[in-house]
């Protein structure tokens, strides 16, 4: 069965840092890129970073560039997401999602469960 | 990179089809042929239902279309039924090689 399960989420103060594991299982893993996709309380969905199959092109939304460093270790079928200089904005559902191709574009076809986000003092 | 612009709210009675638009700009929508559709139940994970346009994933129930004219996409549900009223999302690939949301539709089943 095709599986993302992430976690890492929890409190933390503004200014603070924080990092955010997946663990992929059922495919393999390198051949796909992956997402990281946040949902604030009570609204939309808003795509944070990407990362191709090798690892070798990342990608990353305005709002957390400079602050935000995504990374994979294609041995250990794990993604991460290192957060610094966290902000209350960033409070969010986040979740990791598996591209549909070793690029991202094409859609993100299976997706974990969450995990919560909270900035704050 | 701003959102893509969805309606808040989109409703139909069951049987009927509904269709909901997605409006970008050309360095999105209108620039590739990577658009896709979620579905999302309220806490749950997004589910995708339409990629690259108009193609469906296995298991997606054929009462769901998606197709791009322009700068928008739409994404049209037949024979409305009752496990259909969730959140939509539309999402582009983006010039940057980034991906843009839209801003959500609620469905609502009368």
């Known amino acids: 069965e095709v599986q993302l399960l992430e976690s890492g989420g929890g409190l933390v103060q503004p200014g603070g840092s924080l990092r955010l594991s997946c663990a992929a299982s059922g495919f393999t893993f390198s051949s796909y890129a992956m997402s990281w996709v946040r949902q604030a309380p009570g609204k939309g969905l808003e795509w944070v970073s990407a990362?191709?199959?090798?690892?070798?092109?990342?990608y990353f939304a305005d709002s957390v560039k400079g602050r935000f460093t995504v990374s994979r270790d294609n041995s250990k079928n794990t993604l991460y997401l290192q957060m610094d200089s966290l902000r209350a904005e960033d409070t969010a559902v986040y979740y990791c999602?598996?591209?549909?191709?070793?690029?991202?574009?094409?859609?993100?076809?299976?997706w974990g469960q969450g995990t919560t986000v909270t900035v704050s003092s | 990179q701003s959102a893509l612009t969805q309606p808040a709210s989109v409703s139909g009675s069951p049987g009927q089809s509904i269709t909901i638009s997605c409006t970008g700009t050309s360095s999105d929508i209108g620039g590739y042929n990577y658009v896709s559709w979620y579905q999302q139940y309220p806490g749950k994970a997004p589910k995708l239902m339409i990629y690259?346009?108009?193609n469906r994933p296995s298991g997606v129930s054929n009462r769901f279309s998606g197709s791009k004219s322009g700068n928008t996409a739409s994404l049209t549900i037949s024979g409305l039924q009752a496990e259909d009223e969730a959140d939509y999302y539309c999402?582009?690939?983006?010039?940057?090689?980034?991906?843009?949301f839209g801003t959500g539709t609620k469905v609502t089943v009368l």
């Open positions: 999402s582009s690939y983006t010039s940057s090689s980034t991906y843009v």
């Open positions: 999602a598996k591209d549909r191709l070793r690029l991202p574009g094409s859609g993100m076809d299976v």
């Open positions: 690259d346009v108009s």
């Open positions: 990362i191709s199959g090798s690892g070798g092109s990342t």
